[in-house]
């Protein structure tokens, strides 16, 4: 089997992004992702991302460099990279959440 990478960064966003914007990048992002073969999940909250991209290294390493370039967005920080055997986001050319306020504080801790 390729090796797959998963890799997660988080940033934080330069403006806040309307639905509108995020639905228009997400929409593209996932043809790309699809063309590449990389899935994922982009969580949005508070002005900050959080995504996780994975894929074969060289996809995953194109796309990663898109978008730390991006302007949408600045302190980009990688937290983690890592080989993994099987994708966790199969089927999700890029899922995405936006937990509200009471989803979160309705979970313990
Ligand atoms: C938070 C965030 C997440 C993004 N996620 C993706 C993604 O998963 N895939 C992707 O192709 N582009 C994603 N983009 C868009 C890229 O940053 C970039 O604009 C796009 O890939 C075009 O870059 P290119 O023309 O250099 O390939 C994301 C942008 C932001 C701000």
Same mark, same amino acid.
């Given at each position: 089997?390729?090796?797959?990478?998963?890799?997660?960064?988080?940033?934080? &966003?330069?403006? /806040? $992004?309307?639905?509108?914007?995020?639905? #228009?990048?997400?929409? /593209?992002?996932? *043809?790309?992702?699809? #063309?590449?073969? +990389?899935?994922?999940? *982009? $969580?949005?909250?508070?002005?900050?991302?959080?995504?996780?991209?994975?894929?074969?290294?060289?996809?995953? /390493?194109?796309?990663? &460099?898109?978008?730390?370039?991006?302007?949408?967005?600045?302190? +980009?920080?990688?937290?983690?990279?890592?080989?993994?055997?099987?994708?966790?986001?199969?089927?999700? &050319?890029? #899922?995405?959440?936006?937990?509200?306020?009471?989803?979160?504080?309705?979970?313990?801790?």
């Amino acid at each position: 089997m390729t090796s797959l990478t998963s890799l997660v960064y988080m940033s934080v &966003a330069v403006d /806040e $992004l309307t639905d509108h914007d995020l639905v #228009a990048m997400l929409r /593209e992002a996932r *043809l790309r992702n699809d #063309a590449l073969g +990389v899935s994922g999940l *982009l $969580l949005a909250k508070d002005g900050r991302f959080l995504q996780v991209l994975e894929g074969p290294a060289w996809s995953v /390493e194109d796309r990663f &460099a898109a978008i730390e370039r991006d302007p949408r967005h600045t302190e +980009v920080q990688s937290l983690s990279r890592e080989q993994i055997e099987s994708r966790r986001f199969d089927g999700w &050319a890029m #899922a995405f959440g936006s937990p509200s306020d009471a989803d979160v504080l309705d979970e313990p801790g």
